[in-house]
């Protein structure tokens, strides 16, 4: 406390030596999440098509039940 952490130089260190350290732990997190640094996604979700094969009763059933939500 007396010496102002170094005189003044552990601060000023510190404040040159952080925006790297931020960097880093973001770029670790960003990785984790499975993004580049820019935060563009690296892999890419699959997407599947898929189809439902209803008959027309089905159909039926499954429109009254969405037009009563």
């Not at 990785?31 to 935060?39: D, I, K, R, T, W």
């Not at 699959?46 to 439902?52: G, L």
Request: hydrophobic residues 45%.
């Amino acid at each position: 406390m007396c010496s102002f952490g170094l005189f003044g130089f552990g601060q000023l260190v510190d404040l040159l030596l952080i925006p790297h350290m931020v960097d880093e732990h973001n770029t670790k997190i960003k990785s984790q999440y499975g993004l580049s640094p820019a935060g563009v996604p690296l892999i890419q979700p699959e997407v599947q098509n898929v189809r439902w094969q209803l008959n027309f009763q089905e159909q039926d059933d499954l429109m009254v039940r969405l037009l009563r939500a």
